[in-house]
């Protein structure tokens, strides 16, 4: 019995060997490709059940671009929504990689996953807002879109900026958030821009934004149509747009002097974004293309930066171009125009502190690559103490003081000082960036706004500063 043991034993060990030389031998012969095997003593199987899978039915590793992988991987996943990876498992009989975190949350997870946010419902309302009256959603885009599946570019405006939308939106392509000032006689210009963008143009603005409406509750318009009556009228499409026939300084608002609540218009367009990452700018500064897929890839991907535990926000460069230019299409056209001197980094000639970016020249001499990554990770301390970034955030970042205006200036300051203090990190991106629209700005005297700076930098010091410290507290560096 033990004889017949020791000779079962042998054989057993004399096939393992003949196998592992044919499986060798076979491996070295088709040039590194490996035929799907699965591991036999792990699984308690015999030697009799081994089957080797040919080349028909091992399917390629879904988004790999390496011949190799995929002619060697054996791939367990499923399908998922169109421009989603698929969730993939890689094994080899010849090799075991140990994935990165980086890997792993590419290959296991999806975008919404990833994300784990809750989708958000645009609904209409009326409500007060400190000594504003708001008409949230007022009109709404026709698109709806999942929390995790895009970027809302949230701005602010009135009707006489509005020339600017369609440009923002071919660049954008994704939903915009859009809450406009509309005091007293304004408002019924601002419903007829509203129309006429809607039903006298090209863009696909009923699909991508929604308009919201605010006013001081001491400037309330004569009339305010309800939500379903807005389209009862309809813009005569021969007519020009309304921001023509009437300029800025003939408005209510110039009439009336009022100041404009460039944070209460910032905030009602944030909070209303129903995407959860979220892109608050102004109407004037126009994204490169392909921000939003560019920057979800970067996501999905979950490069080491994103993983990082501080909370963050992703700045992108902001530029001036010559007023006979054409807007650049990618970094290269930029750098292009950079070189020659036809644009240069915003607000060079007004307040070069405000907007001057860490490793602004390191960013410009860096050669353009494909889609999106971290670039720098900077911080708003020491010469970009005042640094006023325009990033993709969520909305979980600070919110703006609504005691500020455009005209007092300095309406990101404080926010900016929160971020410092709350240690956040600035993972500036490369290949990504907004412009202005054309025209150089250059510094003005400007008496009247110079006072009301003054009053605005008085208020800052001796009344919001104080609150913040005690709300937020201090960190070394940080400043107003």
Known sequence: MLTRRNWVLRTSIVLNIIVLLYVGTHVASRNGGVDMLE?????????????????????????????????AALVQGTTSAPGMRHSTTVATSTEHKEMSSTEEMESLNTLEEIIGCKDREAVPRT??????????????AARHFHCWESITYTTHADFTFLDNLETLLDRWQGPISLALHAPGTDFMPTLNTIRYLRECTSSPIADYVTFHVYFPSKHVPKQVPRVDKVFDEHFNCSNPPPWVTMPANTIYKAQKKLLYPVNV??????????THYILPSDIELYPSPG???DFLDMVRRQDPPLQHKRPKVFPLSIFELESNMNLPVNKSDLVSMLRNGTAIPFHKKVCPGCHNVPKSKEWQNAPPGEGL??????KRTGYFVHWEPIFIGT????LYDERLSWEGKSDKMTQGYILCVLDYEFQILDNAFLVHKPGIKTLKKDPARALLAGKTNSL????????????FGVRKGCAV
């Open 39 to 71: 591991e036999m003593q792990a699984g308690g199987r015999s030697l009799a059940s081994l089957e080797i899978t040919q080349d028909s039915a091992l399917p390629a590793v879904v988004g790999s671009d390496n011949p190799e992988t995929q002619a």
């Open 127 to 140: 409500e007060q807002r400190g000594d504003y009256w708001v008409l949230y959603n007022y009109v709404r």
């Open 265 to 274: 218009g910032r905030n009602i367009a944030r909070e209303s974004a129903v």
């Open 291 to 293: 921000v939003i897929p």
């Open 373 to 378: 990554k971290v670039f720098h990770i900077g």
């Open 395 to 398: 909305h979980e970042d600070p």
């Open 460 to 471: 800052i010091r001796k009344i919001i500063f104080p609150e913040l410290r005690v709300l």
